[in-house]
T-cell receptor
């Protein structure tokens, strides 16, 4: 596609439910990042995928969070047993590869946990 | 631990003025620094990327400088326009390959 696509754009869920957030990176981009941004805060790194290498999961805040990237393209971020503090905008970004490339961001998923 | 600070947190100026946004970081061991803009309800747009070996980058009315030794970067916007209104974020890529972000400067350009 022309840009990074994220779905859904908005998700409202009840505490304790599981949610899946999807990211379609720009075609040909080998690097994919997930961040989250809480209201009025900067971006918090969650996870980084680069090609077929093992992902850098060092930013995941708890074991309730996991992410996959299938076929080196689409990525899914899963949050299990959601908590109210998980409410944030979850942003996905991709780049051509390597950390010295510009990042292209999706519009994000606004997650609200009631 | 790398920390990124942006000053001011908010700025409002009349259209046509030149302005400077500031970004400082505590650890000079960086690979690059990027400036982004974030529009309400939209994702982030990369504006400029400065490699650690570079001193500045220019794109149109935007000029970003980098002084690694002092841990500072500035984003200069010339002849500001109402369409420049957005939140501007800087982020540094450190030795652990993680982008560390500032909290942003919310810029309002008054017509």
């Amino acid at each position: 596609g022309a840009g990074v696509s994220q779905s859904p754009s908005n998700k409202v869920t009840e505490k304790g439910k599981d949610v899946e957030l999807r990211c379609d990176p720009i075609s040909g981009h080998t690097a994919l990042y997930w961040y989250r941004q809480s209201l009025g805060q900067g971006l918090e790194f969650l996870i980084y995928f680069q090609g077929n290498s093992a992902p850098d999961k060092s930013g995941l805040p708890s074991d309730r969070f996991s992410a996959e990237r299938t076929g080196g393209s689409v990525s899914t971020l899963t949050i299990q047993r959601t908590q109210q503090e998980d409410s944030a905008v979850y942003l996905c970004a991709s780049s051509l590869g390597g950390h010295n490339e510009k990042l292209f961001f999706g519009s994000g998923t606004q997650l609200s946990v009631l | 631990k790398q920390e990124v600070t942006q000053i001011p947190a908010a700025l409002s100026v009349p259209e046509g003025e030149n302005l400077v946004l500031n970004c400082s970081f505590t650890d000079s061991a960086i690979y690059n620094l990027q400036w982004f803009r974030q529009d309400p309800g939209k994702g982030l747009t990369s504006l400029l990327l400065i490699q650690s070996s570079q001193r500045e980058q220019t794109s149109g009315r935007l000029n970003a400088s980098l002084d690694k030794s002092s841990g500072r970067s500035t984003l200069y916007i010339a002849a500001s326009q109402p369409g420049d209104s957005a939140t501007y974020l800087c982020a540094v890529l450190g030795s652990n390959y993680q982008l560390i972000w500032g909290a942003g400067t919310k810029l309002i350009i008054k017509p």
